[in-house]
Structures are given as C-alpha cells and as structure tokens.
C-alpha cells in the first residue's frame, strides 16, 4: 500500500531552520514527482517546492526561492524539505503529494513560526 509520512515540523523563531522529512513506502520514489505544500490557517492549500522523478529537477514558488531546498534520499526513499530564514507567513500544517494513477497525501505535520 503506497503511503507518505511527514515528519520534522515545530515551533520555531522568525529566522530559524527546520528540515521536514516524507517517507515514502509502496512506490519507490525516485521515479515520481514529489512535491511539498502547506496550507496556513483559513488559507487555501498552496504548493511550496517539487522535485521530479528520473533527473530530479525542482521547482519552488516564489514565496520561498533562496531558503527553501528541496532533495531527495533514494536509499531511504525520503524527501527533505530545508527551509531556512522561516518566516511569519511560513506557518501552516505541510504535506506531501504524489500522483501514482491517482493522488497520495501524507497527513501533514505542522511548522509554526513564531516569536
């Protein structure tokens, strides 16, 4: 059964880091586009970064290009998401996403910036 699990969220200071972790299992997913998104309180969901499956190029929203890095771990069939220079606007529960013949979300973990 393909399942995705967040990992990594907090509170965190205005200007801090946090590194968010999606474990993948029943797929391997170095072969699919990941991508990470966060929904803030009252907001719509939005898409954050993405990384692609066979030649792993990524995207990201310009919200968070320049401190938000998104990699990916075959050996632990992981996906990362470093964010760095967090910010207020940055809060919101985050999830990630895939299409395998039909859409798979994790359940979220949230990331709460804070000072």
């Known amino acids: 059964q393909l399942q995705l699990v967040e990992s990594g969220g907090g509170l965190v200071q205005p200007g801090g880091s946090l590194t968010l972790s999606c474990a993948a299992s029943?797929?391997?997913?170095?072969?699919?586009?990941i991508g990470w998104f966060r929904q803030a309180p009252g907001k719509e969901r939005e898409g954050v970064a993405c990384i692609h499956g066979t030649g792993g190029g990524t995207d990201y929203a310009d919200s968070v290009k320049g401190r938000f890095t998104i990699s990916r771990d075959n050996a632990k069939n992981t996906v990362y998401l470093q964010m760095n220079s967090l910010r207020l606007e940055d809060t919101g529960v985050y999830y990630c996403?895939?299409?395998?013949?039909?859409?798979?979300w994790g359940q979220g973990t949230q990331v709460t910036v804070s000072s």
């Open positions: 029943g797929f391997t997913l170095e072969y699919y586009a």
């Open positions: 996403y895939t299409k395998v013949f039909r859409d798979y």
